[in-house]
């Protein structure tokens, strides 16, 4: 997988589990454990960071939003357990202009025990989330956001961070031994954080690729015909059986919480009576965005030391 190199240099590996897989409940399809990779990253990371500068990641969020700060905590949790440092910075809305913000990030820019900078979205709306984003340092972009660092995705250079859910999909596929060359996959969601990236990495290791949206035409069948399908439409459960044809591969990037309580994703329960592998909701795409972030802060203070 050409997008894990510079991971594999610093000592990353992707584990095969394709002898380690389970199934859905009755049914042929396997499930694509993020859980269980996620996992195996933050051991791989406990291991790696003997001798070397232990990672730091610093966290910036703004407002209240109970769903960002549950993800803040998950990432900080996982930090912990690798071993890595985190600092938090949650900041009041109301104390706080969008210049302070960006002086902060300029601050954290420029302290060298600061590996990655991690502003957690969404930003409330009086603020401007592009001046925010585009205040940090490419070097420090862990989320692989910024243009420059979507740039050398896009001329698949890799050299830079890479977009942690989508790179994350990635390294679950190539885990459990799923042959991208050639395949046609189809990418349900146009956003620069998932869709484009995600096409792009599908791309790089030879997959032809094919992007739908909320404006794509026959949506159904152009699913119908794809042996890999990516689903970050942003809808809940939208991706039913009817649009996936016997032995697809089934990536569900969605997250919701429906009515009674409960998580879903943007694939029906359905699709795995059709489909020969998919990931779990919660416990799938979920787990890997984390453990990327993880390996992107490591390779931000890994690769920086050894340039010293």
């Not at 998950?74 to 690798?82: L, M, S, T, V």
């Not at 979920?286 to 972030?293: D, E, F």
């Amino acid at each position: 997988m050409k997008a894990f190199k510079r991971a594999e240099s610093n000592g990353f590996m992707i584990p095969d589990l394709t002898l380690d897989c389970a199934y859905f409940e009755n049914t042929k399809c396997k499930i694509l454990d993020g859980k269980k990779l996620s996992n195996n990253f933050v051991q791989q990371s406990q291991t790696l960071i003997n001798g070397r500068k232990i990672p730091c990641l610093a966290v910036i969020l703004i407002g209240n939003d109970p769903a960002s700060k549950v993800y803040v905590n998950n990432k900080i949790k996982i930090f912990k357990e690798a071993g890595f440092l985190s600092k938090s910075y949650i900041l009041n809305e109301d104390e706080y202009s969008e210049q302070k913000i960006i002086n902060l990030i300029e601050s954290l820019n420029n302290d060298e025990n600061i590996n990655g900078i991690l502003v957690q979205l969404p930003l409330p709306k009086k603020f401007n989330s592009t001046n925010i984003l585009n205040s940090i340092l490419p070097s420090k972009d862990v989320d692989g956001f910024l243009a420059h660092n979507m740039g050398s995705l896009a001329t698949g250079e890799f050299n830079s961070a890479v977009a942690c859910t989508p790179f994350g999909v990635m390294v679950l596929l190539h885990a459990y031994g799923i042959q991208l060359s050639g395949k046609n996959a189809v990418v349900i969601g146009r956003s620069n954080i998932v869709g484009k990236p995600m096409g792009l990495l599908l791309l790089s290791d030879d997959a032809t690729v094919t992007f739908a949206h909320s404006k794509t035409k026959n949506l159904k069948e152009i699913c119908q015909s794809a042996e890999i399908i990516i689903a970050a439409a942003g809808q809940p459960e939208m991706i039913t059986s009817d649009y996936v044809s016997n032995s697809a591969i089934v990536v569900d990037v969605g997250i919701h919480r429906k009515i009674d309580g409960k998580l879903c994703g943007d694939v029906h329960p359905s699709v795995k009576e059709k489909a020969s592998a998919l990931t779990p909701v919660p416990g799938g795409v979920g787990p890997m965005t984390i453990a990327m972030l993880l390996l992107n802060t490591a390779l931000s203070a890994w690769d920086l030391s050894n340039k010293k």
